[in-house]
């Protein structure tokens, strides 16, 4: 008995190391995103700020300055409820005192610069296929915004959730840093808008359903699904749903909100509209471009209401 013993915890302590090994963070080679310190341009940062929706999670709520970036919007989950952080230039609230290769880390492998994982509600398994030189302008272009004082709450997560080393094996699973590639069959307008989309925009994020681990399903990317926050039903943006829009339609939803039905879009589209309307106009085609090509996905059945 005593030898079974000593075999179960010498199995259990190897299980034990082998888990915290797999779990640690990993962050992206910091000497490569440090040689685009003070290299970045904030005109062009614009541009990845607006498509990635920066403002509409890390604007403080309940103020009318969307660039006032003092963080504290809840973003409810099954999870628990995630507080979107303070990202203003302010150096002991928000990221004032980060380098470039900080915010390299923090989008291409969702990790601090304490170290640390981040929850994929800040959705770095998107950001990962950003360029390191774009992340570079958008850094500057966070430089160019007001300090805002005051830091935001903590993640309201209960056991096993707020054991953020558990993310690690999430990570494994789940999140891939796959830069996206040229496709030479098609011209430079898709090739933007695929990379706004896909690498800043995050559109598949909302528009997806998600599995038990919260993680995209691949059967229903852009395909629509239940909404995270339990609120309603995220539409499905393939060409099974959207084929009589054109990619002039797409384009003129994302500047105006206006459907080419004679509706407005609601709920958080609101605030990505917002955001998209500040984009230039080549780029928002771009994105529409990219959006009409998606091919035909069948949805999820949606719930029967009782």
Same mark, same amino acid.
Request: aromatic share 8%.
């Given at each position: 008995?005593?030898?079974?013993?000593?075999?179960?915890?010498?199995?259990? *302590?190897?299980?034990?190391?082998?888990?915290?090994?797999?779990?640690?963070?990993?962050? !992206?080679?910091?000497?490569?995103?440090?040689?685009? @310190?003070?290299?970045?341009? /904030?005109?062009?940062?614009?541009?990845?700020?607006?498509?990635?929706?920066?403002?509409?999670?890390?604007?403080?709520?309940?103020?009318?300055?969307?660039?006032?970036?003092?963080?504290?919007? @809840?973003?409810?989950?099954?999870?628990?409820?995630?507080?979107?952080?303070?990202?203003?230039?302010?150096?002991?609230?928000?990221?004032?005192?980060?380098? !470039?290769?900080?915010?390299?880390?923090?989008?291409?492998?969702?990790?601090?610069?304490?170290?640390?994982?981040?929850?994929?509600?800040?959705?770095?398994?998107?950001?990962?296929?950003?360029?390191? *030189?774009?992340?570079?302008?958008?850094?500057?272009?966070?430089?160019?915004?007001?300090?805002?004082?005051?830091?935001?709450?903590?993640?309201?997560?209960?056991?096993?959730? +707020?054991?953020?080393?558990?993310?690690?094996?999430?990570?494994?699973?789940?999140?891939?840093?796959?830069?996206?590639?040229?496709?030479?069959?098609?011209?430079?307008?898709?090739?933007?808008?695929?990379?706004?989309?896909?690498?800043?925009?995050?559109?598949?994020?909302?528009?997806?359903?998600?599995?038990?681990?919260?993680?995209?399903?691949?059967?229903?990317?852009?395909?629509?699904?239940?909404?995270?926050?339990?609120?309603?039903?995220?539409?499905?943006?393939?060409?099974?749903?959207? /084929?009589?829009?054109?990619?002039?339609?797409?384009?003129?939803?994302?500047?105006?909100?206006?459907?080419? @039905?004679?509706?407005?879009?609601?709920?958080?589209?609101?605030?990505? !509209?917002? +955001?998209?309307?500040?984009?230039?106009?080549?780029?928002?085609? *771009?994105?529409?471009?990219?959006?009409?090509?998606?091919?035909?996905?069948?949805?999820?059945?949606?719930?029967?209401?009782?």
């Amino acid at each position: 008995m005593a030898g079974r013993a000593l075999i179960i915890i010498t199995l259990a *302590a190897c299980a034990g190391v082998a888990g915290w090994t797999l779990s640690a963070p990993r962050p !992206v080679a910091l000497a490569d995103a440090a040689g685009l @310190e003070g290299a970045g341009d /904030a005109q062009r940062g614009k541009v990845f700020f607006d498509a990635g929706g920066c403002a509409s999670c890390h604007a403080t709520p309940g103020q009318d300055e969307r660039l006032k970036l003092g963080g504290g919007l @809840e973003l409810k989950s099954p999870f628990g409820s995630f507080i979107a952080p303070n990202i203003s230039s302010h150096r002991e609230d928000g990221i004032g005192a980060w380098k !470039v290769a900080d915010l390299v880390n923090a989008m291409q492998a969702g990790v601090s610069p304490a170290g640390q994982h981040y929850y994929p509600a800040f959705p770095y398994t998107t950001y990962a296929k950003a360029r390191p *030189a774009d992340i570079a302008d958008l850094m500057a272009y966070l430089r160019s915004l007001p300090a805002v004082a005051g830091k935001a709450q903590d993640h309201k997560l209960g056991f096993p959730f +707020n054991v953020r080393r558990g993310l690690g094996l999430w990570k494994l699973v789940n999140f891939k840093q796959d830069a996206l590639h040229h496709d030479p069959a098609q011209g430079a307008d898709w090739s933007r808008g695929r990379y706004l989309t896909e690498a800043f925009a995050h559109c598949a994020e909302c528009h997806s359903t998600r599995d038990a681990l919260g993680a995209i399903d691949p059967t229903y990317r852009y395909a629509g699904g239940v909404d995270m926050d339990g609120g309603g039903w995220v539409p499905n943006i393939t060409q099974a749903a959207i /084929a009589d829009w054109s990619a002039k339609d797409i384009a003129w939803m994302l500047k105006s909100g206006d459907t080419p @039905e004679g509706d407005v879009v609601g709920g958080s589209m609101k605030s990505v !509209v917002k +955001n998209m309307a500040q984009l230039p106009d080549a780029d928002r085609d *771009a994105i529409a471009l990219y959006i009409k090509s998606l091919p035909a996905r069948a949805g999820p059945p949606k719930p029967q209401k009782k």
